[in-house]
């Protein structure tokens, strides 16, 4: 069973009030529902955490993870049906993950899966914030590493658990779909769960453009254009009518 939560405060770890941040969107897995209460108490203490939804099914967040990306997991071990260590692999390098346990003999499988932090139960908030700082600190380098790659000739993306390195000068376009965006290139198309605003951060301005709101193209591809259309190789993409007097000052540049 899962339930939805948005769990947010503005007060600071001291009870102070502080200017809004951009929290942390998280999700939280254990078959004890005690355990799950205590992750909710401590999350809406805590201002850069946003616990969207909690499940006592793994399989159940497991289909919920196929579609979603939190950017942290907390996710117990010793569960039914499906280990948390089995849950984890499945997302390396997909989520952040923080296990939780009563069990301290899997801290060091967790730590061997590149995990954020190994809480054991039952968890004290003092060591609990420990955790999310440290899981904040690790987001804020991602984030970080993200933009220089912007600057750089190539883009790392996540397709089927693997990290696929994409040289920007190979990118047609980018499409839109649903939770997921299609990267088309000469070579192949990939797919990686991204929205299209976050893709857009990691191109570089000058050579890519939105002109749509499911597509972003690379003008050096472009073969010819009409008022609304845009030919690359055999493919036809539509210029929204927000687009398009960016689009032809853009091109004509």
Do not use: W
Request: hydrophobic share 40%.
């Amino acid at each position: 069973m899962k339930r939805d939560l948005h769990l947010q405060s503005n007060a600071d770890y001291n009870g102070n009030n502080r200017r809004p941040l951009t929290p942390l969107s998280c999700i939280a897995i254990d078959d004890d529902q005690f355990s799950l209460s205590v992750l909710e108490k401590h999350c809406s203490k805590l201002p850069f955490i946003a616990l969207k939804e909690v499940f006592d099914n793994p399989l159940e967040a497991l289909n919920h993870l196929k579609n979603n990306q939190p950017d942290l997991v907390f996710l117990d071990i010793n569960m039914p049906e499906v280990s948390g260590i089995s849950i984890a692999r499945k997302l390396q390098g997909q989520s952040m993950v923080i296990f939780t346990t009563s069990h301290k003999d899997f801290a060091h499988e967790g730590f061997e899966l590149d995990a954020v932090d190994f809480l054991l139960k039952p968890i004290e908030f003092e060591r609990f914030y420990q955790a999310i700082a440290k899981a904040k600190e690790h987001k804020d380098f991602l984030d970080l590493k993200e933009k220089v790659e912007a600057d750089h000739e190539y883009i790392i993306i996540k397709e089927d658990y693997q990290n696929v390195k994409i040289k920007l000068a190979d990118i047609l376009f980018i499409e839109a779909l649903d939770n997921y965006v299609k990267i088309h290139t000469n070579q192949r198309t990939y797919m990686t769960l991204k929205n299209l605003k976050s893709m857009a951060g990691h191109l570089c301005s000058k050579n890519f453009m939105r002109v749509h709101k499911s597509y972003i193209v690379s003008l050096n591809h472009i073969d010819y254009f009409s008022r609304d259309q845009i030919h690359i190789n055999d493919s036809v993409i539509p210029i929204g009518r927000t687009f398009m007097k960016k689009f032809r000052e853009e091109i004509q540049n």
